[in-house]
C-alpha cells in the first residue's frame, strides 16, 4: 500500500517558501503546517512574518501564532504537534505541507532525535545564574573552548540554546554535538516526506531580506515590538525570552529605548536577517532531512 505524502518546503528566511507552500496547497488540496520555531509565537506576526489574514483564509495554516510568549516549544513538542496536525489533514483527505527554516524541527519529524542523557538540574542553574551575571557570550566563550563545533552554529545571545549546550557538556562529559550524532529515533512513520528546498542565489536572497525588513518597518512593526518590550519592561516577560530571538526585536527594542537611530537599527537588523539566512543555507546543503 502506498504511504501518503507529506510535503516539506524548507529553506532560508526570505527565501520564498511560504509562497511556494501556498501554490503547492492550492494544486493539491493541501494545509500549511508551520516548522518555524518563532512563527510560534502570537505576539511579532509582522516581525517574524507569520502569513497574513487573505493567505490563511484562503488556506488552512496549522501551528502559526499559538503560543504566549513567554512559553517554550522544544523540537520534540514540535514534532508531537505536527504529527497530530499531520494525521487530522489526512484524516480529511488534505495534503500536509510542512513550510519552515527551523531545520531542528524538521529533522526530528523526518529522522528522529539522538537521546541525550538528563543532567543535573544544578548543572543547568548554574550556567543560567552565569548568563544572568556574565551575559550569554560568556557561555559561548565556553562552548568555543569546549565544543566549537556548537559555538560555531550558535548565536553568541542566543541565552536558552547555550545554557543547553553548555550543560549538557559538563553534565556527560561529551559536547552536544556529539550527542546529537548518535543514532536518532521517533521519527513519524506511516508516510512519504517528499522535500523540496527554496534556495535562492545569495544576491537574490539577501536582496529579499534587506527588503522585507524595509516592509515590516513600514507596515507596523515597530507597534509589536514596542507592545511586547512593555510586557518585558513590566516584567511580565523574561528580557531573554525565546521570542525575543525574532530577527531583528533586539535592534528594534534599542531603537525604542532611545539606544540607536531607527537607521541603524534596521541596518544592523538586515545584517543580522543576511547573517541567518547565511546560516540556514549552510544547514539545508549540508544536511540530509530526511
Request: charged letters at 25%.
Amino acid at each position: 500500500m502506498t504511504e501518503p505524502t507529506v510535503h516539506i518546503i524548507a529553506g532560508p528566511t526570505a527565501s520564498g517558501k511560504s509562497a511556494r507552500a501556498l501554490e503547492l496547497a492550492r494544486v493539491h488540496n493541501g494545509a500549511v503546517i508551520n516548522a518555524d520555531s518563532l512563527q510560534i509565537y502570537q505576539d511579532l506576526p509582522i516581525l517574524s512574518a507569520i502569513p497574513d489574514a487573505q493567505e490563511m483564509g484562503d488556506t488552512p495554516h496549522k501551528l502559526y501564532g499559538f503560543l504566549k510568549p513567554e512559553q517554550i516549544c522544544s523540537a520534540q513538542k514540535w514534532r508531537e504537534l505536527a504529527e497530530i496536525e499531520i494525521r487530522a489533514c489526512l484524516d480529511a483527505g488534505q495534503t500536509p505541507i510542512i513550510c519552515g527554516g527551523t531545520g531542528l524541527y524538521i529533522v526530528t519529524l523526518t529522522r528522529g532525535l539522538s537521546h541525550i542523557p538528563d543532567v543535573d538540574g544544578t548543572i543547568r542553574a548554574r550556567f543560567m545564574a552565569q548568563a544572568e551575571s556574565e551575559g550569554a557570550p560568556a557561555l559561548h566563550a565556553y562552548l568555543t573552548e569546549h565544543d566549537p563545533k556548537a559555538a560555531a552554529r550558535l548565536h553568541p545571545n542566543d541565552t536558552q540554546r547555550l545554557i543547553r549546550a553548555c550543560e549538557v557538556f559538563a553534565g556527560t562529559g561529551k559536547p552536544i554535538s556529539y550527542w546529537q550524532d548518535q543514532p536518532r529515533s521517533g521519527a513519524m512513520e506511516g508516510v512519504d516526506f517528499e522535500v523540496e528546498i527554496v534556495m535562492p542565489a545569495r544576491d537574490v536572497l539577501y536582496q529579499r531580506c534587506n527588503k522585507r525588513f524595509e516592509l515590516m518597518t513600514q507596515n507596523g512593526v515597530l507597534d509589536e515590538v514596542a507592545a511586547l518590550d512593555a510586557r518585558i519592561k513590566s516584567g511580565e516577560i523574561e528580557e531573554d525570552a525565546a521570542i525575543t530571538r525574532t530577527l531583528g526585536f533586539k535592534e528594534l527594542q534599542a531603537y525604542l529605548r532611545g539606544m540607536t537611530s531607527l537607521e541603524e537599527a534596521i541596518e544592523l537588523a538586515q545584517i543580522q536577517t543576511r547573517q541567518y539566512a547565511k546560516r540556514q543555507t549552510t544547514f539545508f546543503r549540508n544536511q540530509a532531512l530526511v
